[in-house]
T-cell receptor
Framework: GAGVSQSPRYKVAKRGQDVALRCDPI?????LFWYQQALGQGPEFLTY????????KSGLPSDRFFAERPEGSVSTLKIQRTQQEDSAVYLC?????????????FGPGTRLTVL | AQTVTQSQPEMSVQEAETVTLSCTYD???????LFWYKQPPSRQMILVIR??????QNATENRFSVNFQKAAKSFSLKISDSQLGDTAMYFC???????????FGAGTRLTVKP
């Protein structure tokens, strides 16, 4: 497909489990962003990659959150020892060029529920 | 701190009519970018319109236009000839040339009624 894809679409985890969320950006897009969207809220920035370099991780809420994009394409957001407050939709977005001011193309998100 | 405020949690409009969604923001930057994103019930966010702060002319995209008031830090979205497919959450967003993070408002849920 031509758009941003994310998997899984839904994930249920027991408190304390580790989870890994995958994002496949649009081919050739330099920038990749992760956002966390709580129910009824707007997305909140987590981290930003330009190619394989993680240039900004200021939005990651704790050291339990880790993201990588080793080859500058697919990215994985990992959450260790999940907590109930981690329950949210995790959105991935990519952009053709560097910088958040370019049009971002969003994936459908992964809805994470922590029991 | 840069913040984005959408004061209308929900709005409704009759099909074919016009509706305006409000957005205000706070920043000390002079050069920045503003966006309206649409999030239909399927959840995939789509860019509706983009405005660069240094451009005085208001952006338009077909039935969508903005009223950008830089001094008032206001960025409202006008949807003309509303269609049922316009039903969605609408998010106002802000970023600068030097920032990597985009700040979103809490959103306005728009319902277009037949």
């Amino acid at each position: 497909g031509a758009g941003v894809s994310q998997s899984p679409r839904y994930k249920v985890a027991k408190r304390g489990q580790d989870v890994a969320l995958r994002c496949d950006p649009i081919s050739g897009h330099v920038s990749l962003f992760w956002y966390q969207q709580a129910l009824g809220q707007g997305p909140e920035f987590l981290t930003y990659f330009q190619n394989e370099a993680q240039l900004d991780k200021s939005g990651l809420p704790s050291d339990r959150f880790f993201a990588e994009r080793p080859e500058g394409s697919v990215s994985t957001l990992k959450i260790q020892r999940t907590q109930q407050e981690d329950s949210a939709v995790y959105l991935c977005a990519s952009a053709l060029a560097g910088g958040s001011y370019n049009e971002q193309f969003f994936g459908p998100g992964t809805r994470l529920t922590v029991l | 701190a840069q913040t984005v405020t959408q004061s209308q949690p929900e709005m409704s409009v009759q099909e074919a009519e016009t509706v305006t969604l409000s957005c205000t923001y706070d920043t000390s930057e002079n050069n920045y970018y503003l966006f309206w994103y649409k999030q239909p019930p399927s959840r995939q966010m789509i860019l509706v319109i983009r405005q660069e702060a240094y451009k005085q002319q208001n952006a338009t995209e077909n039935r969508f236009s903005v009223n950008f008031q830089k001094a008032a830090k206001s960025f409202s979205l006008k949807i003309s000839d509303s269609q049922l497919g316009d039903t969605a959450m609408y998010f106002c967003a802000f970023t600068t040339h030097n920032n990597n993070d985009m700040r979103f408002g809490a959103g306005t849920r728009l319902t277009v009624k037949p």
